[in-house]
C-alpha cells in the first residue's frame, strides 16, 4: 500500500502555483491519477491530506475511498506527516507500505523503520509512463517507433549540408 503525503505529491506534478480555488480540481485529479495507477499495477493507496495548505475543507468527510484509493483528510491541527508516521507505527507488517513524499524529515524516520520511500516526483513520473503506456501513448517520438517517413532522410541529408 502506497501511503502518499498528498500536498507533497500534488505541488511535485504542478511547476506553477496553485490557487486556493483550484485545489479542490487539483487533489481530484491527483486522486483520479493515482486511482487509474493503482488499478493498473493492483496497488492501493491511501492519499492523506491535511488542513494546513488552502481554504478550510468543509463539509468534506475525514475519509472517502474511491477505488483502490482511500483519501484521508487529517483533522484541524494534524499535519500530513504525522498522519502516515502514526499509520506507520501502527502497521503490523510495515514491509507491505510505501511512503511517497519529498519531505527528508518524515522519509528519514520511516526508513529507520524500514519502510520504503520514494520521492513524489520519481511517484508521479511512475505514474505517468504507466498510464500512457496503458493508453498505447509513448513517451517515444513517432520516428523511434515507427522509424522515418520516406524523405526524411532526405530532408535531413540537406538540413545539415550532406546531400551530395
Known amino acids: 500500500m502506497f501511503l502518499i503525503d498528498g500536498y507533497n505529491l500534488l505541488f511535485a506534478s504542478h511547476r506553477e502555483k496553485i490557487h486556493s480555488d483550484e485545489l479542490e480540481s487539483a487533489r481530484s485529479g491527483l486522486v483520479q491519477l493515482v486511482s487509474r495507477y493503482c488499478s493498473l499495477e493492483n496497488a492501493r493507496a491511501r492519499i492523506v491530506f491535511d488542513h494546513t495548505k488552502g481554504a478550510p475543507i468543509w463539509g468534506i468527510p475525514g475519509r472517502t475511498k474511491t477505488g483502490p484509493v482511500e483519501v484521508v483528510y487529517t483533522p484541524r491541527g494534524v499535519i500530513a506527516d504525522d498522519e502516515i508516521l502514526r499509520m506507520v ?26 519502510v520504503r520511500v520514494i520521492p513524489s516526483h520519481t511517484f508521479l513520473k511512475e505514474m505517468q509512463k504507466a498510464v500512457s503506456a496503458s493508453k498505447g501513448e509513448s513517451e517515444d517520438p513517432r520516428e ?21
Do not use: C, H
Not at 144 to 164: I, T
Open 89 to 114: 507505527k501502527k502497521a503490523g507488517d510495515r514491509t507491505a507500505y510505501t511512503v511517497v513524499t519529498n519531505d527528508r524529515g518524515i522519509s528519514d524516520v520511516v526508513k529507520k523503520r524500514q
Open 144 to 164: 523511434k517507433s515507427e522509424g522515418l517517413l520516406p524523405g526524411d532522410v532526405d530532408y535531413w541529408m540537406k538540413e545539415f549540408g550532406l546531400d551530395e
